[in-house]
């Protein structure tokens, strides 16, 4: 899929471009805080907005599982068998650790509303009732080789990690998950950062979602007047 750089969205002031950034494979226990830094060198600038792939992030901090080491439940498999092709709870394994998180009761009771909800129109009920145990997992459809089959966790503390970056590098920095589905998530920010900004301007997903290999995308402003990235301090 071809990535526009210029953001183009109506809620958004013209002027937001957003610039993916190749880097090598990210991979358990490295140091992605000094790799994003000297990735986006002489590409981001202090006024850019740096915004960091949650995978990436939780990957180098070993929060993931492969999905052979989770033997899922016959509830796992029902339910699975259920839901959208591209959802996370339509693979058993990432399902199953849902359940091991918040309890078979709790699962069988959002599959429940889920359907009650359905009978009146609304949509969404299961991860309304899942909340953040459903956010908190990241399936292993389109994690790149050698992790594909890997179920990944949110990262550990994602806004103390972008204030890290920010330290770092002196550039604002969001953790964000978003996907080809018109949805997009600021996990974590350093300060000063306007987060629903930065999710409208990545709801085009910039980061692809395949073998792109951008796990960063730096957010620039080249519009009139102030930042909207960024807020203004009081």
């Known amino acids: 899929m071809t990535r526009k750089l210029h953001v183009e969205r109506a809620e958004l002031p013209a002027g937001i471009v957003a610039i993916p950034v190749r880097t090598r494979l990210v991979r ?29 992030v939780a990957i180098a901090q070993g929060r993931f599982v492969p999905a052979e080491y989770v033997r899922p439940s016959r ?22 650790l849902v359940i091991d998180e918040v309890g078979t009761l709790k699962t069988v009771y959002a599959a429940v509303m889920h359907l009650l909800g359905r009978l009146i129109g609304r949509r969404g009920m299961f991860y309304e009732v899942m909340g953040e145990a459903i956010a908190a997992i990241d399936g292993y459809t389109g994690t790149m080789p050698p992790f594909e089959r890997a179920i990944v966790f949110a990262p550990h503390q994602p806004d103390a990690f972008a204030q890290s970056v920010f330290e770092h ?65 009081s």
């Open 169 to 233: 590098t002196g550039i604002a920095c969001t953790v964000v998950d978003a996907n080809d589905l018109q949805k997009a998530k600021v996990l974590g920010a350093s300060t000063a950062v306007a987060r629903r900004n930065v999710e409208v301007a990545l709801l085009d997903n910039p980061h692809g979602n395949g073998d792109e290999q951008t796990p960063i995308v730096v957010l620039k402003w080249r519009g009139a007047g102030s930042n909207p990235l960024l807020e203004i301090a």
């Open 28 to 56: 358990p226990g490295d140091n992605v805080i000094a790799l994003i830094g000297e990735s986006v060198r002489g590409i981001a600038r202090t006024g850019d907005v740096l915004a960091v792939s949650e995978t990436a």
């Open 75 to 96: 509830l796992a498999y029902a339910l699975s068998r259920r839901a959208g092709a591209l959802a996370t709870v339509s693979q058993p394994e990432s399902l199953q």
